[in-house]
């Protein structure tokens, strides 16, 4: 038995996380003050100060239309108009991912013919290495919405369709004849227990590309992004704003926490009756 | 109604390295209507796989199986089976698993909740209706199992170890919670175990099984409604000897009989 | 698209387009190419009869327009913004913009085919040609010549334009330049388009980078080393010669020096850095849409020359539009100072017969494209004799047709004047219309229309 109980574990622990935060903050001033009087140089820097970091938001403010004066108000809007374009493309490319995903993998898993024909392509899809996509997705819908959303809908349906058909397959088969015996037919027994059984492995599956959603999305803003945050790193990139390319990175970092947060607590909410161990 | 005939039923599985497999070898038996038969026999004898059968889940290789003189072409509801295993659907809750079959036979909702409320009062899960099967007990989740094929309200009923994995007292009281059940809405009941106590005290008749053969068919003609006395009258025990010498006797490969048996408690060797 | 030229239209575009003589041709050439566009047609070539006025029109057209986000391949704002494009029924695709396509991005999102036209660097795209659909530049807007060796201000350094200013020898003035260099520290990055630039300038000027202190490194450590006056003269690519030519900074020498001292041929290695920008199509949609590529290219004229006369004014609508779609902080006085003067100086109309029609300037078109495919050659992207110059533009041949669109329209005005001493009425007023609009469209530099109007007039 541990001495201590949970809510004041979990109170220590968030003190350890935000200790280690600020230390890890520290550290990152620290280097980045030396490295720039090592150099002895102002503008552009190897390695941006934390404070130039949120000194590059204001630099924003141009991106919301031509002539906007720079403010940290205008800064901050353009930051978030340019997020929410992101977030809505990762948010489109996963949901439209994940349900053409979960379709054909369960389509795989209702039909032999089917399985027999497609299985072999769709499991070669997985081996495909994203990012020499990025190229091909851009010839095909560069400069597109559509393409970055598509991209990410391949990523996320490369990943869910394998584990919807590996966890369709998984289903213990005494429930599949439980609920014959109950006497539902094949479309019944697809609906009410293939489908709930498998959502365990399909959002472990989520979970895996949710990981790595706004690293996709911004693989994805490489196919000829008007706008979003991909589209802000790759011109800051270009015109060498190192501190705004910290800036987006930082950002990433944080959405990346965010939306994993979120989306563990959906998980957790929707898998509450799995036994957990 | 539902008396099941069983003629010359055999079921073989193709192994992959050993062939063919014989699990049920010409197996005949006659179950009359609202009948508890106990099916008995050691581990791997073919007790699962003739209940399969009756329940249409499993192709005989030969022979037939008739319920109410027709063959059994799958399985249908008015047939319940309890699984060997805990077969509950983990993602609902205790009483939407209680109302899967009705909502099955498109019943409302409203009435559909009702009647799974009446069979989660009877098991005794009233309480625990909103619960998930996670945070059941071995005990609680048998009962479940039950009040979800008793909601169907099947004729037949099949069994499969449904208390193998349960304590002693605990198990007891489920199989009386079963006889006062069966009792209020008699079934034809096929009870798979491999516990002689628990297939005299709530049987009617016991056939043994063992190797895939059915080596022995006893009528038990204990009185009604039988109590945990019965469990401890000399009676018992002698039918206990005798069903364990058929089944000590069919792993010695004796050639066995019924008859012959020795009519009071033999000393202990 | 809302137009399609009828398929005689395209026959004879493509016979216009092979004819190879077309810069030297006569008024029966030019004549054939009028009729070739299909539009107030034979008339012109036939003894006037009394055919009622056909008073021709300007289609309306969508054209799916891709720029990128640098100060040389987004002028095209200005023709948008002052409406050069819709005065020629041009609207361009998506949101009347077009989109922006960055650096490495610009040859997938071409090869997608969705995109028509492109504001690009020839030159750039050559490498990519058997990935890319065939594509020509039918349009130029500028030459890039803005790679440059930038030293610090106040420290009585001489440009190359200074030594020769004093009358030293091209070649003179290059050793002066570059002696200022030695012993001195010098950043620059490994990229090999600009190290190609920067052996150039030393071998030119009989010299090797070990006379100096090399700093090899990305642009952007370079350009901090020479903010804070760690190292004396630096080279980078254009983001971090805007960025050093803003903070004061002097280029003395740039690629466009080493190539006006060089040899007017294809063989020169010096024309290797200087680009020709502008407008580059899928040779599939030119050949359908020659009318359009024409009208294009006055309306790149027309930028060329407002850029021309109000730097002010044109940076004022570049500068905004450049910073708000690659996020930068250029200030509208850098354009007039640096970008339009030193950087790519975009080519008005009558600039550019130099760069068409003059074999002797080292900056025509066959010898800029033709010392790049050298270049392609060299590094084994070509084989040997795969491609001449022909095969990446037919900026010369649009041009030489809008010369002799120019002249017929002067020659049809003359007739038309003559015509109207004759005319009354109705027949009067629609005449006078048809040629002040041959004039306001020749004013706007469009010669194809100007030609039809014109042509209309005095039939
Ligand atoms: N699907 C199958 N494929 C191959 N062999 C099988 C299959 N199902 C059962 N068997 C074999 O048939 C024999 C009888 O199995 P069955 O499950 O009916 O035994 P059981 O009497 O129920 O045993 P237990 O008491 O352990 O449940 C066993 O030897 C088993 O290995
Ligand atoms: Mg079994």
Redesign the pocket.
């Known amino acids: 038995m541990l001495a201590t109980s949970r809510p004041h574990r979990q109170r220590r622990a968030l003190t350890y996380h935000i200790a280690s935060l600020v230390a890890l903050l520290a550290f990152w001033w620290l280097l980045s003050y030396y490295t720039n009087s090592a150099h002895i140089i102002h503008g552009a820097s190897a390695l941006p100060s934390p404070l130039s970091v949120l000194n590059a938001i204001a630099g924003l403010s141009v991106f919301l239309a031509p002539g906007t004066p720079t403010t940290l108000a205008h800064g901050l809007a353009a930051l978030w108009q340019n997020t929410l374009v992101s977030a809505e493309r990762l948010l489109g490319g996963v949901l439209l991912g994940a349900a053409i995903g979960i379709t054909a993998g369960l389509l795989l898993a209702w039909s032999k013919l089917v399985r027999l024909l497609v299985q072999g392509p769709v499991l070669l899809v997985r081996t495909i290495p994203l990012m020499a996509l990025v190229p091909l997705f851009l010839a095909w819908w560069g400069g597109t919405s559509f393409g970055i959303l598509a991209f990410i809908a391949f990523a996320v349906f490369s990943v869910v369709v394998i584990s919807t058909v590996e966890a369709a397959g998984n289903v213990p088969p005494e429930l599949v004849n439980l609920a014959r015996t109950l006497g539902a037919a094949r479309f019944r027994i697809y609906r009410t227990v293939i489908l709930p059984a498998i959502v365990p492995a399909v959002i472990g599956g989520l979970r895996v590309v949710i990981g790595i959603g706004w690293a996709l999305l911004l693989a994805g803003e490489y196919l000829g992004a008007q706008n979003g945050l991909g589209h802000v790193l790759i011109m800051a990139e270009d015109y060498l704003y190192t501190a705004r390319m910290a800036l987006i990175v930082v950002m990433i970092m944080v959405y990346t926490f965010v939306l994993d947060r979120l989306f563990t607590l959906a998980a957790d909410w929707i898998t509450r009756w799995m036994p957990k161990d | 109604m539902s008396e099941i005939t069983i003629e010359h039923l055999s079921v073989s599985?193709t192994?992959r390295r050993a062939g063919a497999?014989a699990?049920l070898q010409d197996v005949s038996a006659h179950i009359t209507p609202q009948t508890f038969v106990a099916i008995l026999?050691l581990?791997?004898?073919?007790?699962?796989?003739l209940l399969n059968v009756v329940a249409g889940l499993l192709q005989p290789t030969s022979g037939r199986v008739l319920l109410d003189g027709r063959p059994i072409t799958g399985p249908g509801s008015d047939r319940g089976v309890v699984f060997?295993q805990d077969a509950l659907f983990m993602w609902r809750s205790v009483v939407k698993n209680v109302e899967y079959g009705l909502e099955v036979k498109g019943m409302p909702r409203a009435q559909r909740r009702a009647l799974a409320e009446h069979w989660l009062t009877v098991v005794g899960l009233k309480d625990f209706a909103h619960f998930f099967p996670k945070e059941l007990s071995g005990g609680m989740k048998k009962r479940c199992q039950l009040a979800m094929v008793l909601a169907n309200e099947p004729t037949t009923l099949l069994m499969d170890?449904p208390y193998g994995a349960l304590d002693y007292v605990t198990k007891c009281q489920l199989q009386d919670e079963l006889l006062a059940l069966l009792h209020t809405t008699p079934k034809t009941t096929l009870f798979?175990t491999?516990d002689i106590e628990e297939a005299l005290y709530l049987s009617d008749r016991v056939l043994i099984?063992s190797r895939g053969r059915l080596i022995a068919d006893m009528p038990v003609t204990f009185d009604s409604p039988r109590t945990n006395d019965l469990r401890l009258s000399p009676e018992f025990a002698i039918a206990k000897q005798r069903l364990w010498r058929s089944l000590d006797g069919a792993t010695q490969q004796r050639p066995l009989s019924l008859t012959g048996l020795p009519a009071s408690i033999p000393e202990q060797p | 698209m809302s137009y399609t030229p009828t398929p005689s239209t395209q026959r004879s575009l493509l016979r216009h387009l092979g004819l190879k003589a077309l810069a030297i041709t006569t008024v029966g050439a030019a004549i054939a190419l009028l009729d070739a566009t299909g539009a107030s047609a034979a008339t012109t070539a036939l003894p006037h009869t009394a055919t009622p006025i056909v008073t021709p029109t300007i289609p309306q057209v969508t054209v799916n327009f891709a720029g990128e986000p640098y100060f040389d391949h987004t002028q095209y704002i200005i023709g948008v913004k002052e409406g050069f494009f819709s005065n020629v029924g041009i609207t361009l695709a998506p949101n009347g913009t077009g989109i922006i396509a960055p650096n490495d991005q610009d040859d997938p999102i071409f090869a997608s085919g969705r995109v028509q036209v492109m504001s690009a660097s020839a030159q750039l795209f050559m490498p990519a040609v058997n990935t890319l659909p065939k594509f020509k530049l039918f349009a130029v807007a500028d030459l890039f010549q803005g790679y440059a060796i930038l030293g610090r201000p106040h420290h009585g350094l001489k440009s190359y334009a200074q030594f020769r200013a004093q009358g030293l020898s091209p070649r003179a003035a290059i050793v002066a330049t570059m002696s200022q260099m030695k012993g001195q520290r010098f950043g620059y990055p490994a990229e090999a388009a600009i190290k190609g630039f920067i052996d150039l300038a030393f071998s030119d000027a009989g010299m090797t980078l070990a006379q100096v202190h090399s700093v090899v490194a990305p642009d952007p450590e370079t350009t901090a080393l020479m903010e804070s006056g760690r190292i004396d003269f630096q080279v980078g690519g254009v983001p971090s010669h805007l960025t050093l030519q803003e903070a004061g900074f002097v280029p003395i020498l740039t690629s466009g020096d080493l190539a006006s001292a060089a040899q007017p041929s294809p063989t020169s290695t010096a024309l290797q850095a200087v680009f020709n920008d502008g407008w580059v199509a899928p040779d599939s949609w030119l050949k359908g849409h020659m009318d359009t590529a024409l009208r294009m290219l006055s309306v790149d004229w027309r930028i060329n020359q407002f850029i021309h006369d109000h730097p002010q004014a044109a940076s004022a609508i570049q500068t905004p539009f450049l910073n708000s779609v690659a996020g930068t902080k250029f200030t509208n006085d850098l354009a007039p100072r640096v970008v339009y003067r030193d950087l790519d100086p975009f080519l008005t109309f009558a600039q550019q017969k130099a760069i068409f029609q003059d074999p002797r300037n080292p900056f025509e078109v066959q010898y800029l494209i033709g010392s790049a495919i050298q270049l392609y050659v060299h590094n084994g992207t070509y084989k040997p004799g795969e491609y001449t110059w022909r095969d990446f533009t037919d900026a010369d041949q649009l041009y030489a047709a809008m010369v002799q669109y120019q002249r017929q329209t002067q020659v049809d005005l003359a007739k038309a004047a003559v015509r109207m001493r004759s005319l009354s009425g109705a027949e009067a007023r629609t005449v006078s219309s048809l040629i002040s609009r041959a004039k306001q469209l020749y004013a706007d530099l469009d010669f194809f229309d100007a030609a039809r109007f014109a042509g209309a007039a005095a039939a």
């Not at chain 2, 581990?43 to 796989?49: L, M, N």
């Open positions: 599985f192994r497999f699990a026999g581990s791997g004898s073919g007790k699962t796989t060997q170890e798979v491999h099984l």
